[in-house]
């Protein structure tokens, strides 16, 4: 059974920073597209920044790029997202995911994902 457990949520001032942290089990990062997906109220889900495992190459949003940093720890099976510069609209629920494919095109896509984590939540106060 595949799990992903998400961490390192809170609550912070606006210009702090938060590194959050997925574990997995039943799986092995080093082996597939990784993403951190985030969920603000009222809003649809929109990943934030994606990994390639084979090449480490990443991808960012616009509204983060500067400010994330994507990485993972393949001896711990770890991925992390290391936010930096948080903003009252950074505020919401963070999301691992882990996808099957290698197109870094595809990463903006959900349904591109296989296996979720349950979701660490992030409060930015002004």
């Known amino acids: 059974e595949v799990q992903l457990q998400a961490s390192g949520g809170g609550l912070v001032q606006a210009g702090g920073s938060l590194r959050l942290a997925c574990v997995a089990s039943?799986?092995?990062?080093?082996?597939?597209?990784t993403a951190w997906f985030r969920e603000a109220p009222g809003k649809e889900r929109e990943v934030a920044a994606c990994r390639r495992s084979t090449n480490g190459r990443t991808w960012h949003a616009d509204s983060v790029k500067g400010r994330v940093t994507i990485s993972s720890d393949n001896a711990r099976n770890r991925v992390y997202l290391q936010i930096t510069g948080l903003k009252p609209e950074d505020t919401g629920v963070y999301y691992c995911?882990?996808?099957?494919?290698?197109?870094?095109?595809?990463?903006?896509?959900?349904?591109?994902?296989?296996?979720w984590g349950q979701g660490t939540q992030v409060t930015v106060s002004s």
């Open positions: 995911a882990v996808g099957n494919f290698t197109l870094l095109a595809l990463c903006e896509t959900s349904l591109f994902y296989d296996y």
């Open positions: 039943g799986i092995r990062f080093a082996d597939y597209t």
